[in-house]
Nanobody
Framework: VQLQASGGGLVQAGDSLRLSCAPS????????VGWFRQAPGKEREFVAT????????YYGDFVKGRFTISRDNAKNTVYLQMNSLKPEDTAVYYC???????????????WGQGTQVTVSS
């Protein structure tokens, strides 16, 4: 399954963005989906993950209530609503699949190309 992340862009501090992640050319039934981000010169960082049912959700420590992950399986899409964006949220955001929710990136597969989020101060 190839994943397509979209919805990134250039915004100002305090603005909101909603990222979307969907499989292209396939489905991801029974798979959890996670969001990660990577800023230039930094390691990949866990953002959020959601189980297939949507009942298990975990966030990275830095999120602190600003981001919300959700999914609509009928539309084959996972969303990441990001509010109160800060310049330090600037990064390429990636989505990927896994069999069970986890914060560990090495458990994830089907990494897409990512979508750039840039937050200006």
């Amino acid at each position: 399954v190839q994943l397509q992340a979209s919805g990134g862009g250039l915004v100002q501090a305090g603005d909101s963005l909603r990222l979307s992640c969907a499989p292209s050319g396939g489905t991801w039934r029974d798979l959890a989906v996670g969001w990660f981000r990577q800023a230039p010169g930094k390691e990949r960082e866990f953002v959020a993950t959601i189980s297939w049912s949507g009942l298990s959700i975990y966030y990275g420590d830095f999120v602190k209530g600003r981001f919300t992950i959700s999914r609509d399986n009928a539309k084959n899409t996972v969303y990441l609503q990001m509010n109160s964006l800060k310049p330090e949220d600037t990064a390429v955001y990636y989505c990927a699949t896994t069999t069970a929710v986890t914060r560990m990136s090495y458990h994830y597969n089907d990494w897409g190309q990512g979508t750039q989020v840039t937050v200006s101060s």
